[in-house]
């Protein structure tokens, strides 16, 4: 198991134990994000479900684990599992988290939740079913700047919000990422569209209309890039661009009708990243993000409403619909870059 670090506040359960997890999928996001942050978070890793029992051992050992590998129908099935961290390609997100549900495990699932709007629906009514806690692994709601940002479009510190502009690109190298496979539910629109999706969603308060988008096709004939406006009604809109083809770009503009607040990264902030808001002829630079792996937050929040049954915040059942049925109706606009 792995034990968390001095000094961490570890939500115990009731009976004084911490969140015990289950991570399904040997996963780089599961290395780089998700256990350091449970690290810091107070949870501990009990079983890695692996296809490969090889894949499975190596990734303990890479990270330090004392758990044990099991498979993936293993994992969500054992009474020693609190928590399953669905990490895997998109195409079995929705498989392996409904049988997690099933198995009366809560459950934090890689986004997106589900490729398709039914999907998502399907696994919205398990957990209701089961009684079982479902996130799709957005963190940034649970991030300090997040709640600076709500606070100050409900406090119309820049007016009106009227456009977001968002960008989401990063540089894919491998030919082999499961990116590139359309069978495994990839390209750019899934892997990083959905996240200015889900934050002009969440800011406006409301689902797009309509949209108009243009996209680049690679790899195996997935979306390799993507640019689209979603109205958003009242004349709100957002432009946003995504791609897995150049240079890591996360910047994102909310312009209102008195000001605009700029972000070098709304979605996975470290503590260099910055949130301007310019008004009035004043620019005011605030650094809210402490240095942490962008993951932990989200985890102090879901291993609190496992272990003390604490209410749950950024629940799928409220959120992750509305950017399955955005992502699919952008989706069905596409124009295809000759
Ligand atoms: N929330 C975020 O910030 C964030 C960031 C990055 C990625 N993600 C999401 O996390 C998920 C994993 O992404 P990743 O880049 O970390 O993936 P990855 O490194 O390629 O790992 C995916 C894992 O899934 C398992 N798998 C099952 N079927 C597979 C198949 N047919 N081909 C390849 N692997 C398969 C493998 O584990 P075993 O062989 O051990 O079974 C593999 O190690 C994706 O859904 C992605 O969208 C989220």
Redesign the pocket.
Known sequence: MIQPEQGVHVPESSDGSPVRWAI??????????FLPSLRLAGGIVVT?????RE??RA?LADNDLQADVCS?AEAVGRDDVDAVY????????SQWAAAAMEGGKAVLC???LGRTPSEVEDLIAVSACTGQPLWE???FPFHEQWRFLVEAIADQVVGELGEIQSNFHFLVRDPA???W?P???GGAL??VGCYPIHLARLLFGSEPKDAAAVMKVGGRGVDAECQAILDFGSGRRLQFSCGLERWRDTSTRLLGSGGEIRLTDP??PTAQDTITVIRDGHTMVHRLVPDEP??TAMLRSICSVVAQRRPAQHLANGDALGTARALAMVRTRFVEWP
């Open positions: 399904i999928g040997t996963a780089n996001i599961a290395r780089w994000n890695v479900g692996s296809r490969s894949s499975g990734f993936y669905v990490a895997t390609p998109n195409h079995l997100h890689e986004k997106p692994a957005f963190a990422n499961i990116r496979d069978a495994l539910g899934n892997d979605f996975h962008s993951f």
